[in-house]
């Protein structure tokens, strides 16, 4: 009688001690880590655009005159964005061939602005950011046109 006491006592002190040790998770905030409302309230576009041209200059090799007129379209890219935004709201698609466009004229401010060879640093470095590595669509459409 006495074992069987005691086996059930130690049975329920694990079981006890086991269901004590999973506390319920506490409420965490999460922190955006890209662009808008993190942990710091909304960030200052100007500070964006000179971060931005700042880190193009040091990968690319920017003169101090590109770096400034790069910073400079920047900074209108992401006002013209937010004017578009604002206009379509929820309807992108809506505006999609509007955003294409001015898409497609920052593109082209940006090649009069760097070099052949740092454009195409530029061109290497925005696919690999999207994961392509430089063997996405965007890459075998290059080779074919090459061929």
Same mark, same amino acid.
């Given at each position: 009688?006495?074992? =069987?006491?005691?086996?059930? %006592?130690?049975?329920?002190?694990? =079981?006890?001690?086991?269901?004590?040790?999973?506390?319920?998770?506490? %409420?965490? =905030?999460?922190?955006?880590?890209?662009?808008?409302?993190?942990?710091?309230?909304?960030?200052?576009?100007?500070?964006?655009?000179?971060?931005? *041209?700042?880190? +193009?200059?040091?990968?690319?090799?920017?003169?101090?005159?590109?770096?400034?007129?790069?910073?400079?379209?920047?900074?209108?890219?992401?006002?013209?964005?937010?004017?578009?935004? *604002?206009?379509?709201?929820?309807?992108? !698609?809506?505006?999609?061939?509007? +955003?294409?466009?001015?898409?497609?004229?920052?593109?082209?401010?940006?090649?009069?602005?760097? =070099?052949?060879?740092?454009?195409? !640093?530029?061109?290497? +470095?925005?696919?690999?950011?999207?994961?392509?590595?430089?063997?996405?669509?965007?890459?075998? +459409? !290059?080779?074919?046109?090459?061929?």
């Amino acid at each position: 009688m006495k074992k =069987t006491l005691m086996l059930l %006592a130690a049975l329920a002190f694990t =079981t006890a001690g086991t269901s004590f040790a999973q506390t319920a998770p506490t %409420a965490t =905030t999460k922190v955006k880590m890209h662009g808008g409302k993190g942990a710091h309230g909304p960030k200052d576009p100007a500070k964006m655009a000179d971060h931005k *041209a700042g880190k +193009m200059a040091k990968e690319l090799g920017l003169s101090a005159d590109q770096e400034a007129k790069v910073e400079q379209l920047f900074l209108a890219r992401q006002q013209e964005t937010q004017a578009l935004k *604002a206009k379509y709201g929820a309807d992108r !698609k809506a505006g999609r061939t509007e +955003m294409k466009a001015s898409h497609d004229k920052y593109e082209a401010q940006l090649k009069s602005i760097l =070099t052949p060879e740092q454009y195409a !640093k530029f061109d290497q +470095m925005k696919d690999e950011h999207r994961g392509h590595g430089g063997k996405g669509q965007a890459g075998k +459409m !290059k080779v074919k046109a090459k061929a």
